[in-house]
């Protein structure tokens, strides 16, 4: 009975008839990418127009209303006994009512068509007077005041007077048949059935021209059906029949919506071609190498909706991609619970966060440094999901377990989520998030109202279940239709009410998880949002540094806290002017502890000591000589304490700190500094840089620097040409060839020269100030040690000339010790030097300092080992203090010794 309208068939020129502005450009294109749009056409695009036959009674009001407006014209000028039709049409949501009039002549009918488009807002209505004269050949002229929407068979002429009154139309008809009479003979019609045959041979000519080309398609039975019942409802009903056929169309518009289905092909055709807009567009905006990463972790997080929705049987699931944005799983379950929601939501992030968890471990034990950086892509994408927003899948996760439980709440949430992305949008300048944002914010009102239908609906206790848990009773549907118009004041199309009644019936459906089951999915997506918090602090460490060696560093790093706020100090505040003294140090459980026996002892000091709280330890510095006192102190403190140890000289200690920089550039410059003075710092006499009373100058901190370098140009154990002769040397040992072995072991050594003095070269031909080019020269002016070998001469045999070879080897050690000491002295001196009296170090001036020890960094942390301190109640605590200049957290050590 019906036919569906398929747009990708008419003519260019009817789409240009059917829009009239640049607009049209948009309906060509979808021609040429066959691409159905919905429309309306005034011809009834029905098999035959007698089924539709109503008294004219029966019409709608809006349709008696337009007719009555015509009536008295249309009669005026001698048509009468009208008959009227009403094609009810749901599936392109129009109305088409007609009145046909029978002129007494016998020479023409007329008609008054109106049409309602109801899909458009506000609806379009086109009305308009027509009149028409058959002939015995079977052909039409048919005179017209409306608008020319679609071709006309050819054996139809048209005389077309757009908005033409009835009397002036009429006056054209008749001079045009006048015209045609000349050549054609009028078929009269005359009465109310010749009327009805008339009208019927009309549709039959403009039915069968339409769908001989294509643009009336025949209609399959399981979708004809409810549009014909759709109908029959409206005609049996009466003025009322429409509002009573509603609830049909709606099902019909249910079932079409249910059924719709999308074909593999044309689900993998949306893909690849979101696909292909995603990476161009991506790549006007990004880089292609953080589109090609970014394009297989959406891919994988997506593809965990997918396969959690058809897992749960979702019907037309599908992937796409949003350019700029990110990818989607689209799919409809009308019946299924709010835990199930839950996992679909979790799918998607939670296998992306454990595979990044595989390919960052993989990447960092590989050292792939592209790969890492994917690895961190895909927790922050994975990771920003759980955000507890809409449209996130966090948001959703938090919706389906406590937010859709109130419409206040819901509506909250989502005003929430608006008002996040809008300051998201203005904090950042990202015109999506101000698109997204914008589309949410548009859509708060409808959400609130709908929110409030389910709840409304829940109340009433409206069951919402089906027994194949996919389709929707028909009773339920018009339960929830009706509550939904009372709900939304605007009139809404028969579509939108359809898709309105299936997001209720979901959200009916979609009922909250209990107590327990919220419990658990609630703990499963904080764990998930904290594991990818966590993960994501690994791979940051792991992108700096090496992360065994970051959780070996942080596994054998000292375990003391300490603070500027945890050093306090009592007694002698200098210095002693000559050397001779020992440090009783005593170890407690806690700082509190040690804090109460420094409180308890502030006011003892013996004289001439110095005592001081350092953290958990209580270190009393005396002079060697000191009264039976002493040992009374060390003692009483003893029987509080974990441990006493006591220093009887200096640099009978061996310190351990560890400490967290605030950047990566402090951290690298605290690791030069130390470095700088811990590998020199006893034969140069070098202040130390945490010296609180000789800050170094910009000069002496170049300079330090250069020789830092300079040193590091010496280690030439990782060059290749190294690597390579320490690797031949090693075979030829392992053959037993001795002599090649030697001949190699010269060739090492010589290579060794020859690279030293090319990094060095190096060095000089970047440095640009005259004190480092000095700085070089003097450097390279270091002396070298050159033993002196057992040549295996008569005159080394005897007694003698051993002890001649013995004085040899001393006097060249000596003057060796001599030049280094020289040498070193003036170096030192452009370094910075503590205060000299003579060759030696002032009294005092060595409080602060210390010797041997190493440094090192991982990431962030820094680490000092083993440096022992001339004096330990001032030294450590200068250290903390500079590291805590420095914005350093997390500052620790350790002291070892026999306590």
């Known amino acids: 009975m019906f036919y569906r309208l398929d747009s990708t068939r008419v003519t260019l020129r009817e789409y240009w008839w059917g829009t009239r502005s640049p607009l049209v450009v948009f309906g060509w294109l979808a021609k040429w990418l066959r691409i159905r749009l919905p429309g309306s056409v005034d011809d009834p695009n029905v098999e035959w127009l007698a089924p539709f036959r109503v008294a004219p009674g029966d019409l709608p009001a809006e349709a008696r209303s337009k007719f009555h407006a015509l009536h008295d014209s249309i009669e005026a000028i001698g048509f009468r006994s009208p008959v009227c039709y009403w094609v009810h049409d749901t599936q392109h949501q129009t109305d088409i009512y007609q009145a046909a009039y029978v002129h007494q002549s016998g020479q023409a009918f007329a008609k008054l068509h109106c049409r309602i488009w109801r899909l458009p807002r506000p609806p379009r209505q086109y009305f308009f007077p027509m009149f028409l004269t058959r002939f015995t050949d079977g052909s039409h002229l048919v005179s017209t005041a409306g608008r020319r929407d679609i071709l006309a068979p050819p054996g139809c002429r048209e005389n077309r007077l757009v908005g033409a009154a009835p009397e002036v139309l009429w006056a054209s008809h008749q001079r045009a048949v006048q015209e045609e009479q000349l050549f054609k003979t009028v078929a009269p019609v ?27 398609a025949p209609l399959p039975e399981e979708e004809e059906r409810p549009v014909a019942e759709a109908a029959a409802a409206a005609l049996s009903g009466g003025p009322g029949g429409e509002d009573r056929s509603q609830d049909l169309a709606i099902l019909n518009e249910i079932e079409k919506l249910r059924n719709k289905r999308s074909s593999w092909g044309a689900a993998l055709t949306v893909l690849v071609v979101s696909v292909l807009f995603f990476i161009a567009l991506g790549k006007a905006v990004w880089s292609w190498q953080f589109v090609l990463l970014l394009l297989p972790i959406l891919f994988i997080h997506e593809l965990g909706h997918f396969a959690a929705m058809r897992l749960f049987r979702y019907q037309n699931v599908r992937m796409f991609f949003i350019p700029l944005f990110g990818a989607a799983v689209a799919g409809h379950h009308y019946n ?7 996992i679909v939501s979790l799918s998607g992030p939670l296998p992306g966060i454990f595979l990044a968890a595989a390919l960052g471990t993989l990447a960092m034990t590989y050292d792939i440094p592209w790969l890492l950086a994917g690895a961190m892509l895909a927790v922050l994408v994975n990771g920003f999901n759980l955000l507890p927003l809409i449209p996130l899948d966090g948001g959703w996760v938090m919706h389906s377990l406590l937010f859709c439980r109130h419409y206040v709440l819901d509506a909250g949430f989502r005003l929430l989520a608006v008002c996040v992305l809008l300051a998201g949008a203005y904090l950042l300048a990202d015109p999506i998030l101000l698109v997204f944002g914008f589309l949410m914010a548009m859509a708060l009102p409808v959400a609130f109202r709908m929110a409030r239908v389910v709840e409304t609906l829940r109340r009433r206790g409206v069951a919402a279940t089906s027994p194949d848990d996919q389709s929707i009773s028909p009773e339920a549907a018009s339960v929830i239709a009706g509550e939904i118009r009372n709900q939304f004041s605007q009139r809404l199309s028969v579509k939108n009410l359809a898709q309105f009644t299936l997001q209720a019936f979901e959200a009916l459906n979609a009922r909250p998880p209990g107590i327990l089951a919220t419990v658990f999915l609630g703990g499963a997506y904080a764990g998930s949002f904290a594991l990818s918090a966590v993960l994501l602090a690994l791979l940051v460490i792991g992108q700096q540094v090496n992360l065994a060696d970051f959780f070996r560093a942080a596994a054998h790093a000292p375990q003391q806290p300490i603070a500027a706020e945890l050093i306090e100090r009592a007694g002698l505040r200098e210095a002693p002017a000559a ?184 060095l000089q031909k970047e440095a640009v100030a005259p004190a480092d080019l000095e700085l070089i020269e003097l450097f390279r002016q270091k002396p070298a040690f050159e033993p002196i070998e057992d040549d295996g001469g008569e005159d080394q045999n005897d007694a003698d000339g051993q002890a001649a070879l013995r004085a040899a080897r001393e006097k060249a050690a000596k003057t060796f010790q001599e030049e280094h000491q020289a040498w070193s002295r003036k170096i030192g001196e452009r370094l910075g030097q503590l205060p000299m009296e003579g060759d030696r170090v002032a009294a005092g001036a060595e409080r602060y300092s210390s010797i041997g020890g190493s440094v090192a960094r991982t990431g962030l942390i820094v680490q000092i080992d083993s440096t022992s301190f001339a004096r330990p109640v001032d030294g450590p605590a200068a250290l903390v203090r500079w590291l805590s200049g420095k914005k350093c957290a997390d500052l620790k050590y350790e002291l070892a010794g026999e306590f």
């Open 190 to 216: 005359r009465d109310e059935a010749d009327l009805a045959a008339a009208v019927e041979t009309h549709h039959a000519m403009l039915r069968d021209f339409h769908v001989e080309r294509g643009v009336f």
């Open 579 to 762: 050397p001779g003294e020992k440090t009783i140090i005593v170890r407690f459980a806690a700082h509190e502890k040690a804090k109460a026996a420094f409180d308890e002892s502030r006011n003892q000091v013996p004289a001439g000591g110095t005592l001081v709280l350092f953290g958990n330890l209580l270190m009393l510095a005396i002079p060697v000589e000191g009264d039976a006192d002493d040992e009374v102190w060390a003692e009483r403190r003893g029987t509080q304490a974990d441990g006493v140890f006591v220093a009887a000289a200096p640099y009978e200690n061996s310190f351990a700190f560890a400490a967290i920089a605030p950047n990566a550039e402090t951290a690298v410059e605290i690791e030069e500094a130390l470095e700088g003075y811990l590998s020199e710092s006893h034969s140069m006499n070098l202040v130390p840089p945490w010296h609180p009373d000789l800050p170094l100058s910009p000069a002496q901190r170049d300079a330090r620097g250069l020789y830092l370098r300079l040193l590091r140009a010496e280690a030439v154990h990782d060059d290749p040409r190294q690597q390579r002769l320490r690797q031949q040397i090693a075979e030829a040992h392992r053959k037993g060839d001795g002599e090649r072995a030697e001949s190699l072991g010269k060739r090492l050594r010589e290579t060794s020269r020859r690279i030293r003095a090319e990094r060095i070269e190096e």
């Open 336 to 342: 299924v619970p709010g835990w199930k929601k839950v």
